[in-house]
T-cell receptor, first 114, second 113 residues
Framework: AQSVTQLDSHVSVSEGTPVLLRCNYS??????LFWYVQHPNKGLQLLLK??????LVKGINGFEAEFKKSETSFHLTKPSAHMSDAAEYFC????????????FGTGTRLTIIP | DGGITQSPKYLFRKEGQNVTLSCEQN?????MYWYRQDPGQGLRLIYY???????QKGDIAEGYSVSREKKESFPLTVTSAQKNPTAFYLC????????????FGSGTQLSVL
């Protein structure tokens, strides 16, 4: 069975400071992992995905995430927050064992303080 | 342009009534999904389908039903057995295989009268 836990429901950071959004997963097999972003009143957009190649994955808008199998984590980071990063972020897992099931986390709302 | 179309945008259900949400895609994707989004609960998977004439229950399938008679279409019926149907419903699709991204529709807001 697959599951994903986003450890913080709400994160606030000041503009120009680093962002860390935490995600832990559970999967019986070799998972695929994704981060999606949802801006207010907008659709969901893929930020980045882990494809079992490089463990450090770079995405759009300066975000990156590191797959750590020993810690079952896939935390999302950005060196310097921008006001436009304010949104809800979702971590997603698929265990890839012969099915297309995708499980979303409960989301982390990121607030940027001017 | 290719994409996913959900209709209607807003839907109202009377008590005891079944309602059907439409989802159509022209992306030639094999896999399609229905999610329910509630504040603070993220997106919860209702049903998904990997191929025509086949579908699987997600994590919260009770009170819902689906069909997949055509590749392009994956309608969701919210039955009277679903006691708390008020939510935002999102349909998505993607190419089969690992690591393909999801394409989302614009959603349907269902409310109970």
């Amino acid at each position: 069975a697959q599951s994903v836990t986003q450890l913080d429901s709400h994160v606030s950071v000041s503009e120009g400071t680093p962002v860390l959004l935490r995600c832990n997963y559970s999967s019986s097999y070799s998972p695929s992992l994704f981060w999606y972003v949802q801006h207010p009143n907008k659709g969901l957009q893929l930020l980045l995905k882990y494809t079992s190649a490089a463990t450090l994955v770079k995405g759009i808008n300066g975000f990156e995430a590191e797959f750590k199998k020993s810690e079952t984590s896939f935390h999302l980071t950005k060196p310097s927050a921008h006001m436009s990063d304010a949104a809800e972020y979702f971590c997603v897992v698929s265990d890839n064992f012969g099915n297309e099931k995708l499980t979303f986390g409960t989301g982390t709302r990121l607030t940027i303080i001017p | 342009d290719g994409g996913i179309t959900q209709s209607p945008k807003y839907l109202f259900r009377k008590e005891g009534q079944n309602v059907t949400l439409s989802c159509e895609q022209n992306l030639n994707h094999d896999a399609m999904y229905w999610y329910r989004q509630d504040p603070g609960q993220g997106l919860r998977l209702i049903y998904y389908s990997q191929i025509v004439n086949d579908f699987q229950k997600g994590d919260i399938a009770e009170g819902y039903s689906v069909s997949r008679e055509k590749k392009e279409s994956f309608p969701l019926t919210v039955t009277s057995a679903q006691k708390n149907p008020t939510a935002f419903y999102l349909c998505a699709s993607r190419d089969s295989g690992r690591n393909e991204k999801l394409f989302f529709g614009s959603g349907t807001q269902l409310s109970v009268l």
